[in-house]
C-alpha cells in the first residue's frame, strides 16, 4: 500500500509509514480511499485475467471448425485451462467487490 501522505510504498501490515511516520492503521478517509482504489485497480485485473481466458477457448473452437487440430487432448487442454482462467478472474473480482463494498460502507459510517 501507499502512504496517503507522502507516497511511499509500505508493507502491508505496516502501522507507520517508515518515510513520515503516518498512521496507516486509522480508518481514516484517506486510507480508506487509497483502499478502495486497490479494490478497484485488483476487480480491473480480475476482469483482464477472466478476458484472457477466453483466448483458448475461443482458439479450441476455431480449431475444432477449421480441423486445423484434431488432437482431442491439445483441444481439452485449451478448454480447461481457458475455463480455469474464467474461473480465476471471475472469482478475484468477487472478492475485489466484496472487499470494496465493506470499505465504501466504512467509508459513510
Ligand atoms: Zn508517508
Excluded at 3 to 25: D, Q, V
Excluded at 65 to 84: A, I, N, W
Aim: glycine share 10%; proline share 2%; with cysteine.
Amino acid at each position: 500500500m501507499k502512504c496517503p501522505k507522502c507516497g511511499e510504498e509500505t508493507g502491508e501490515n505496516a502501522k507507520y509509514c517508515s518515510r513520515c511516520g503516518f498512521n496507516l492503521k486509522a480508518d481514516s478517509v484517506e486510507v480508506l480511499k487509497i483502499r478502495i482504489d486497490e479494490c478497484r485497480h485488483d476487480i480491473y485485473q480480475g476482469f483482464i485475467i477472466m478476458g484472457l481466458g477466453f483466448v483458448p477457448l475461443i482458439l479450441a473452437f476455431w480449431f475444432r471448425v477449421t480441423g486445423f487440430l484434431r488432437e482431442l487432448f491439445f483441444l481439452y487442454v485449451l478448454v480447461v485451462g481457458g475455463s480455469l482462467l474464467i474461473l480465476l478472474g471471475v472469482l478475484a473480482m468477487c472478492i475485489s467487490t466484496h472487499a470494496k463494498a465493506k470499505l465504501l460502507k466504512q467509508l459513510e459510517s
